[in-house]
């Protein structure tokens, strides 16, 4: 089979194609698949089409050139705008040999409209809107080099993720460099006094879910790693030199001072907060160019940050940021957005993707998704404050991507169950055919992140504040789902970590991967301080001990069920078709690639084959590629 | 979706849909789904179009009127001779508005030519042999009430088996009344000797394959029921009386003589064997219609009966019978036939489909498959008769079933082994990925056919010698696959009857599930005998309570393994996926529509609703209905 065929080839490049190679490799395949265009002897011609594919950057004169030959060579049509390039040709459409016919699917379930050639019987076409809902494929037609193309692809998910190396647990995790959580429309906010994502997946009210906190800090974690150092445009740095602080009135105050707790330069700032919101002592930032705003700030007395941005809406938008606001995100529907920021009595580096600020604000709704908003910042106007406090190092910069992935990891830390270990998931789980969660149940996709992060934090801290919190995280894994925990057992024999610990269980399969990978992280920071010559308390020993028999466990179970989830055609979301006696539940193609990533990470840890086998069967399967019958 | 509407809609009908009713559907169909033609209002006109489908008597020429109106009202094109008769139409075929585009699948993995309309960016058509060999389905155009249309099928292999009412141990078995055993080409003859079919599937020399025989036998115990009774011409009932015998020589002789053993009249005849093969003493037949050669003969000396044929390819064949050939079967490549019938100093039924030895004769090869061979019968002109012996009852007939239903069956009670109770499989059988099985191997598959053949046999006969036969028969259901049986556990839980008794098992559902049809057919005979007030010996008392709890146990693991073989779009063969970490072994379609079928038979049995609605489900997929994707 061609496609077959074709991954042959590129495997053995082993690298994504290069353009001679694309050009070689696609008049291969035109030549000898489609014996349509090899009775029309296209292959020749062809070869400069398939070019341009490749090269987006080819001057579409040459394209149109290169057509209009082919198209006088073959004497076939492809689009209007080629056929009147063609020299000599009317503007009629050139007659096509093509007549409808009827097509009967299995048996007159249904009559669709085909077309065939009128003098070749096995000649067919079938319609896409047909193909397109009857095999749940996705097309569209595409135009570039000035040229016209239909795009079919068998799933809707591409897989990036293709290790070069061993994964390191203080490494990039999976592809979570790609994430970005605060944007999805299942994120109400994110809030302004823990400064972690506010999810309203499973409740319009919104609640903290441990997993989508642990997946913001982990993915900036790895945005950091991957992405160019931030940059960066200063405004104050308590001098007062280069600022320009505007005031409302005289009443309005503001001084460079001496800070000992900081031993720098800082700006006292006294506004009274008679002034109504957005009043007071203004600092002109006009940037234009970065969206993440950053200040380090202490208020002495209640008081409010705003920030005044000029939207690409052409509308200026007022984000307010107060120590005491009514709600932890409000719009007036207009211009004005509030976030409630809490008081502090002590210095805090208080960090802002303002446009993501405006998007939740002007998106804000009373459902569960918040309003797709596409309004991006022409400009960061100015930053007003209100009450008695001290500020310095006003910044925008294009990321603060720790100051992110340590919101998150305090959130994790300071949430952690002391008795459990466990991240409580505050809201009911309703999963077809299972008895429904009641609130408080736990994850051990939600130990696992939590291990994974912690594990960074620490590395990146080292602040032992996180030895005892790992430790404790390792509880869940060890009590059964029935208990409050997340393990549970396949056929009296495989021990599994349960992303929902239902009864009876349901064995999903890539949560109790993202399990193993926190055990595995765990248990590699434990014995790389080892081999680092720091020596682990008693109890890190035995949690090292603990970690390990956890892991190995879970992947022994890996390795034998593995097989379970593969359908033959795509992959298998979990196993209550067996628990439930029902049909597969099958993975949609973004919970496949997950798999497929997964699958790609394990095979660089471990050398079972079956990762690597299993992973190039999987990735054949978003290529249509099944499994052989017999 | 409409699919699902549809079969919905059938199901409610819940009978073979007459035609007012598809009319309708139809119709409705076309107007929902088919938005293509939606938008070319084409219901009104498509309703007599449908009307045509279904009806084959209708008058062409009111179709083509029909189509003609059609043309006219929507000015679409529908093949050559439709536009013929268009009136003031010429003879050029109409402008279509469909051009060439290419189609990229999947990122350029081939490049493909699909047709597009010149106006609508979205009306793509893509090529059937695309289509075909991707998604791997099945279609062709077919013409009939004077009208062509392309017929679109999921599957090959359609489900014919629809029980009505509960499935009983003497009634048809599945679908075997439309199984054909003898006529495969991996069929080298049906012996003279024994009257069973002697298999090439997985060796070319040939050997005795007792599932093959028991579906043999089964095939033609079923025919029976469900067939006419048979159509019988006499030639010759040992009277002389209408007989028209020809003598070739003065050395030949026959004569009507009273037979105490019969006690009957029969014919005697004397023919020297120094005359060539084909003389004799020649009883003239003649006969057009049926094809089943049928007497009872005994021979004396040596001896040899021929039957002269008329083939549809206007050659004269003979098929020579003889008791000492030197090959079971051969063929000189032109026109005579040889078969090794055997000596037996006593009477026997002798009964010949004259049509399949003619076949398997000329179809003659040293490969595994016999050659397809067209010829019929147009006339069975002649028997000749040679060597000394008596003969009666000489008729030709449309079939004999019940003879080769008990040759079948004497074959399984002669050939069973009386210490393991099983009938040893004497080829090598290769599995991908297992160890191969040496000559002699059980198959579960085997005893379940042993079984229900000879339940049958002994409800037909009441001749006890098959009681202890079936007793033994269970034996293998005992005894570790390892250990020369065919039992295996899936997971330390479940008992499994093996097809093929494999290292380690590779648990098929096809054969378990007939080896569990062969204990019910067993267990429901001797509780019928009891209810029918016949007392049992205490080893069926014994046996009786052994088959149940193999029923039972067997059926307990079936339903709980049941999912283990659901795809969600087509059924899993075995398990050797598991076994070995492979991809499934996906079952191909007449597999597929097996399970399906032995589904139907159980949930006439057995009221746990896994097999109805399993049943619903796995026809689904013979239509393209897949399981949900979360």
């Known amino acids: 089979m061609i496609r077959l065929a074709m991954r042959g080839f590129k495997s053995i490049l082993n690298v994504r194609l290069n353009l001679p190679l694309v050009l070689v490799v696609v008049v291969v395949t035109v030549c000898i698949t489609s014996q349509f265009m090899e009775s029309m002897n296209l292959c020749p011609t062809i070869r400069s089409e398939r070019f341009a594919y490749k090269s987006k950057n080819i001057d579409p004169k040459v394209l149109a050139e290169i057509k209009r030959q082919w198209i006088l060579d073959e004497g076939c049509v492809h689009g209007e705008n080629v056929q009147n390039s063609k020299s000599g040709s009317n503007e009629q459409p050139q007659s096509s040999p093509y007549q409808h016919i009827d097509c009967s699917i299995n048996n007159n379930d249904e ?35 000035g040229y016209e193309r239909f795009e079919f692809s068998h799933s809707y998910s591409e897989v990036y993720y293709d290790p070069q190396k061993e994964y390191h647990f203080d490494g990039v995790f999976l592809t979570f460099d790609t994430y970005n959580v605060e944007v999805r429309d299942r994120v109400k906010l994110v809030t302004g006094v823990e400064g972690v994502p506010l999810s309203t997946q499973w409740g319009p009210k919104g609640y903290f879910y441990p997993i989508q906190i ?11 790693i991957t ?92 984000i307010h940021y107060l120590t005491h606001a009514k709600k932890l995100i409000d719009f007036d529907g207009d211009r004005s957005i509030w976030y409630h920021i809490g008081s502090s009595a002590s210095w805090r580096h208080f960090s802002r993707d303002i446009r993501v600020d405006l998007r939740k604000g002007v998106g804000m709704t009373k459902s569960k998704a918040v309003k797709k908003v596409k309004i991006s910042i022409k400009k960061i106007v100015s930053l007003t404050v209100r009450g008695e406090g001290l500020i310095d190092n006003v910044c925008i910069q294009t990321a603060d991507h720790m100051t992110h992935f340590l919101a998150g990891t305090n959130w994790i830390l300071e949430n952690q169950n002391k008795e459990t270990g466990g991240w409580p998931i505050m809201v009911e789980r309703r999963l077809e055919g299972f008895q429904s969660l009641p609130p408080g149940w736990h994850s051990a996709m939600a130990q696992g992140h939590g291990l994974s992060t912690m594990v960074r934090a620490y590395k990146y801290t080292r602040d032992t504040k996180f030895l005892p919190a790992l430790r404790l995280a390792l509880r869940p894994y060890t009590v059964p789902s029935s208990k409050g925990g997340v393990r549970a057992i396949f056929m009296d024999r495989f021990v599994w970590y349960e992303e929902y610990p239902t009864t009876p269980s349901s064995f999903v399969l890539n949560g109790f991967i993202f399990s193993l990978l926190g055990l595995y ?59 439930l006696k029902t049909q597969p539940n099958l993975a949609r193609w973004d919970y496949h690639a997950t798999h497929i990533s997964q699958l790609a990470l394990l095979s660089t840890v ?25």
């Open 214 to 224: 642990a997946q913001f800090a982990m993915s900036h974690y790895c945005k950091n």
């Open 606 to 630: 471990d050398d079972d084959p079956i990762f690597k086998q299993f992973h190039d069967n999987w990735m054949g399967y978003t290529k249509g590629i099944r499994a052989k019958h017999n």
């Open 521 to 579: 992280d765990y248990k590699m920071l434990l014995s790389s301080e080892k081999e680092a010559g720091n020596q682990l308390s008693q109890d890190d020993e035995a949690a090292l001990r603990q970690a390990t028999d956890l892991y190995n466990d879970g992947m022994s179970s890996l390795k034998a069920m593995l097989p379970l989830y593969d359908a033959g055609f795509t992959t298998i979301y979990d196993l209550r078709h067996y628990q």
């Open 111 to 145: 009559i669709i409209d085909c077309l065939k050639h009128k003098d070749h019987e096995d000649d067919i076409y079938m319609p896409w809107n047909f193909i397109k809902r009857y095999f749940d494929v996705y097309g569209k037609v595409a135009h570039y080099d």
């Open 227 to 318: 992405e160019k150092p931030p940059v960066r445009s200063i405004y104050e740095t308590g001098t007062m030199s280069e600022s320009k602080w505007t005031l409302h009135n005289s009443e309005c105050h503001v001084e460079s001072v001496d800070n000992p707790e900081r031993n720098s330069k800082v700006i006292m700032f006294q506004v009274p907060l008679s002034l109504s919101l957005g009043n007071g002592a203004t600092l002109t930032l006009g940037n234009t160019v970065e969206n993440e705003f950053s200040v380090d700030i202490k208020f002495i007395t209640n008081g409010s940050l705003s920030i005044v941005v000029e939207g690409s809406d052409k509308k200026r938008y007022n």
